[in-house]
């Protein structure tokens, strides 16, 4: 095994080299230098406290550093030594230096060339914690780097310090710099100076220049990095109170909050011209859901997306290539994976496919004679104990074992009598809170199956959460709920789809569960206790009552494989002897494989029989034909042509050339379905205008679009962020993980209605309905609605709904808490940057968290207020906090309140208040009316976001005339969202590479 594995990753390398570019080195396409990331194998000298984590924080955690996480680099802990040899190969290191913000002590962090110091940080530590530099350091012809970590306060407790993202860069050719011109920013003199003259001159002008700094004399124009650094440096120091000193005259919070407020607002506009490099666009790795994607069109099999490497940490969208790595574990992974998807394809492909059936399973019967046979068992154990025979001959364990069961009898026995005197027990099953599995007879990872489930509700007063049941995989994965709508004389059938399950499985396995499960025990044993109906109570016992479960399938798709198409180009029928590689067509399968794996790029030869002679050499080995081949699929899914989008040929004389068909045909495809393209688009001439509408058209049409609404959306409204929050249980028990997962997928739900529609963007800040599942219309209290189905669906709000818009929804309210009461500052800034395109600047170092600080209970609202005496707050928090104040009638959860709980008092919530500027509002209504206003700026928000996913890289002061122009194409029709996707992938920015 070992020699095969080493075989197949020395091949690999050999095949890279074909394919006429660096695997580690494929970030940028027009960049060849090479990156060597620092490893402890590394170094010639390693010395730390216990240990040298490579890629990790030194106490074993990611590692972060200035409140930034970094996939890569190293982690030590003082006193600490690493030395690395260079032999003058390397051409620069580059580090982000710094103390891991969970360490708590003080150290001092020194680099050396040659044993000369070219680097020292002074005494730092966590709590100095501001965005840390990172650093390039020349190395030509150095043969020795030194990384020294110390103690500064002489005290070893918690002394972590992290080289962040540390890589050496090896000689190759460097890109030529962009010829556009970037446009520098002009500091406000007017609003800057007067605050300058009166606090800081004194000290820092003519007559005195303290640390060499004077004002009278400043340059205003912010044209290079340098002198945005030198405002950078004022700003800090005003935002830490370090200036003016005590001695001298203190700004009022006004003066002091506007000063901020105007330096803040330059630096974030020159950090941005400042970075613009002319639309340049890095080549990019194929991520998670665009891999999953394409292997399904290639091989017509889904993979588990957590089988595949994880995608790369981006401030972006994961379409970003100028963040990607690519590691040896990476390609580890991907032959690991490739090879299973390889060895599956084979496998199933020979496989004939069996027609659809029905199996049909009636749960009465089955459940009500397990649970008489249960308490035949226990019964008849429980008399033998009171009739003193010994727990060894009863088969206990022990004397505790058999006290345990004296113990539990009401779960063990009288629950299950309970349960065989209700109604209609012989007919069909309830649920009581416990997961019934049903295992689906046939598995076919290649087709999909239909689910139905035929039952009522048993208890007419059950709440609305008590009518649910949730649906999860053979790996417990949440995939819907349905809503029981029948009742025990009249039940109904619901049915929902059950996708091919994903490789690596061996069933298909679908588990429901009550949504609103209740500890059966304590609940029954209580109703009993009082001589209540369980089923008459709003908390019922057993709500649910399901007749019989039924699955079919396996249906497959009408659209056949590529892989299929190739190995079967008769028709789906597998030949009598399942094989479907022999030596003979090994080749030419190859050849013709490779060539659509590569996106219609026809293979170097060279690669071609490399990969050719891998197989005859395992074949030689004794391998059969399809685990022969199965290495050469995982080799052609690891390579770079597949895993990497490519361009075609060398560039061309001009600066930014457009893109040829079949690039733009990639693009366009992996724009709006994150896969690669189809025959139609191949095919087509996306030369002429005309035609590339017809295909944007037609491709917005396809169910395969549906990727864009899930990719975009998802992070357009920064998911992520939710999925970080942890939402107290016990306080909130009904926001399960079901109800979790629904709320997640709203956003995307509905920005696909504003697609297939053509709605206007306004909609992202009120709409007169919502796309919503059966749990989220229990959630909203929309409880009318007649949702039979887990599949997300448009429903019209009643007049007066608080609803409607992204900003009322479940999964941006609950992103915008801390998981135990609402934050109307982090609602007030994710109202700001998603829909005003006003992102508040990052917060100055040291500010404290929201809080009353003398213990004395005080609402949001009071502690935010709070927050805004302080001048280094106010400049920011004056605009978002008061939009987050209309926000508060919703709770941690989304859930509409008209209270708050203050101490022990529930005290009624104000959500009004004033907008710089005058506007006001007393409601969520009349909030959203004011939001109303800004739609121009959530136009180009949105505009701006789909291109940079779209290009996979952020937009730039350069991109600003050609984004104006299209924006008036569409503003006179309210900028229908589909409109807008259209115009993108037609603007010229989008078709130049």
């Known amino acids: 095994m070992w020699n095969r594995y080493h075989l197949l990753r020395e091949s690999v390398e050999a095949t890279l080299a074909v394919c006429t570019l660096c695997l580690f080195s494929l970030v940028n396409a027009e960049e060849t230098e090479q990156r060597v990331y620092l490893e402890k194998k590394m170094a010639s000298e390693s010395e730390s406290f216990v240990r040298v984590n490579d890629d990790l924080a030194w106490q074993g955690t990611p590692i972060r550093v200035g409140g930034k996480t970094y996939q890569r680099g190293l982690g030590v802990h003082s006193n600490s030594k690493l030395v690395f040899p260079l032999d003058g190969e390397y051409t620069s290191f580059h580090v982000v230096p710094g103390p891991d913000d969970a360490h708590s002590g003080t150290i001092e962090m020194s680099i050396l060339v040659d044993d000369q110091q070219v680097y020292h940080s002074g005494p730092t530590s966590r709590h100095h914690n501001h965005p840390r530099k990172a650093l390039t350091i020349p190395l030509d012809g150095a043969n020795q780097l030194t990384l020294l970590v110390t103690r500064s306060d002489g005290k070893p407790a918690g002394d972590h310090a992290s080289w962040a993202d540390a890589y050496l860069v090896k000689p190759g050719s460097t890109p030529t710099p962009p010829t556009h011109t970037v446009v520098s920013t002009q500091v406000p003199k007017h609003k ?14 003519p007559d005195k220049q303290k640390a060499r700094v004077r004002f009278d004399t400043a340059d205003w124009d912010i044209a290079t990095n340098d002198e945005a650094q030198r405002w950078q440096d004022v700003l800090d120091v005003l935002n830490a109170g370090e200036m003016p000193p005590e001695d001298e005259p203190q700004p009022t919070t006004a003066e002091l909050s506007s000063a901020l407020d105007t330096l803040t607002k330059s630096l974030l506009d020159a950090r941005r011209r400042l970075t613009d490099t002319g639309g340049e666009i890095k080549m990019r790795k194929l991520n998670r859901r665009e891999y999953a994607n394409t292997i399904r069109d290639l091989f017509g099999l889904r993979v588990w997306p957590f089988d595949i490497p994880e995608d790369n940490e981006t401030e972006l969208f994961d379409t970003e290539g100028q963040s990607q790595f690519f590691t040896s574990k990476d390609l580890d992974a991907y032959l690991d ?73 009401w779960i063990s026995t009288q629950i299950p009598k309970r349960y065989v005197q209700l109604p209609k027990v012989k007919q069909g099953r309830y649920m009581i809170g416990d997961p019934y599995l049903r295992f689906v007879p046939e598995y076919d990872p290649r087709g999909h199956f239909m689910f139905r489930v035929h039952g009522g509700i048993a208890a007419p007063h059950a709440s609305e959460a008590r009518k649910h049941m949730v649906i999860r995989d053979v790996r417990r994965n949440y995939q819907g709920s349905i809503k029981i709508l029948g009742t025990l004389d009249k039940p109904q059938t619901v049915e929902f789809y059950v996708p091919p399950i994903p490789l690596g499985e061996t069933r298909t396995l679908i588990v429901l ?72 067509t090994a080749a030419a399968f190859i050849e013709k494989f490779t060539f659509h794996a590569y996106r219609r790029t026809q293979p170097e030869p060279a690669f071609l029989t490399g990969v050719h002679q891998i197989y005859t050499t395992h074949r030689a080995e004794g391998m059969s034909e399809h685990e022969a081949m199965a290495e050469v699929i995982a080799i052609i899914l690891a390579s770079p042509k597949f895993l990497f989008i490519h361009r075609d040929g060398a560039d061309s004389d001009q600066k930014r ?9 990639v693009r366009l495809a992996f ?9 139609e688009l191949y095919a087509a001439d996306l030369s002429q205008e005309g035609i590339i509408s017809q295909q944007i058209d037609r491709m ?90 887990s599949e997300f669906t448009k429903v019209k709000l009643p007049p007066n709904s608080p609803r409607g818009g992204l900003m009322t929804q479940a999964a941006f309210l609950t992103t915008g808490s801390n998981g135990e009461r609402s934050s109307p500052v982090i609602r007030g800034a994710l109202v700001m940057e998603k829909l005003l395109r006003d992102k508040p600047a990052p917060p100055p170092p040291n500010v404290p968290e929201l809080g009353s600080g003398d213990g004395v209970p005080r609402s949001n609202r009071e502690m935010v207020q709070m927050h805004q005496e302080q001048a280094v707050c106010a400049s920011c928090h004056k605009k978002m906090d008061v939009i987050g104040f209309g926000l508060e009638n919703f709770d941690t959860i989304g859930r509409w309140r008209d209270t708050e709980l203050v101490g ?27 939001l109303l206003q800004h739609e121009d700026a959530l136009a180009r928000e949105l505009m701006e976001s789909m291109f940079a996913y779209g290009l996979g890289r952020s937009i730039e002061f350069s991109d600003a005339p050609e984004i104006e122009r299209l924006l008036g194409l569409i503003k006179d029709d309210g900028y229908p969202i589909r409109r807008m996707i259209r115009e993108v992938a037609l603007s010229p920015l989008f078709r130049k590479r």
């Open 700 to 789: 917005l049409a396809d169910p395969r679009s549906e990727a864009f609404r899930d990719g975009f959306a998802a992070q357009w409204a920064e998911m992520d962020r939710y999925d970080a929050i942890t939402v107290d249980e016990k306080e909130y028990p009904l926001f399960k993980d079901s109800l979790r997962a629904s709320a997640r997928k709203e956003p995307a739900a509905f920005l696909g209605t504003l697609i297939d529609e053509n709605l206007p963007a306004r909609n992202l800040i009120d709409s007169d309905f919502v796309t919503i599942d059966p749990l989220l219309a229990q959630h909203y209290g929309l409880d009318g609605t007649d949702l039979k189905s």
């Open 671 to 679: 724009f709006l379905w994150s896969r690669p393209p189809d025959e």
């Open 513 to 584: 569960r009550e949504y609103d499960s209740y500890n059966e025990y304590h609940y029954l044993r209580n109703q009993v206790q009082h001589a209540e109906d369980p089923n008459q109570l709003e908390r019922p016992w057993a709500p649910i009552w399901l007749d019989w479960m039924e699955a079919e399938g396996p249906f497959y798709p009408e659209q056949r494989s590529i892989f299929e198409e190739i190995i079967l180009p008769a028709g789906p029928t597998p030949p009598a002897e399942g094989l479907l590689i022999t030596d003979s």
């Open 904 to 930: 022990d008092k529930q005290v009624a919530i104000n959500p009004g208040g004033t907008l710089p500027g005058g506007a006001k509002f007393d409601s969520i209504q009349s909030l959203k009316a004011t």
């Open 337 to 409: 994976l490739g090879r299973k998807v390889g060895s599956e394809a084979l496998h199933w492909h020979a496989q004939p496919r069996v027609s659809a059936r029905v199996k049909r399973q009636d749960l009465g019967p089955i459940t009500l004679n397990n649970r008489k046979r249960t308490i035949a068992e226990n019964e008849a154990k429980m008399e033998k104990i009171r009739q003193k025979v010994g727990w060894k001959e009863l088969g206990f364990m022990d004397r505790g074992d058999m006290q345990i069961f004296v113990n539990h009898d």
């Open 192 to 205: 800057l100076l007067p605050f300058l003259e009166q606090h800081c001159i004194s000290c820092h002008g």
């Open 657 to 665: 050339p457009l893109l040829t068909s079949r690039e733009l045909a």
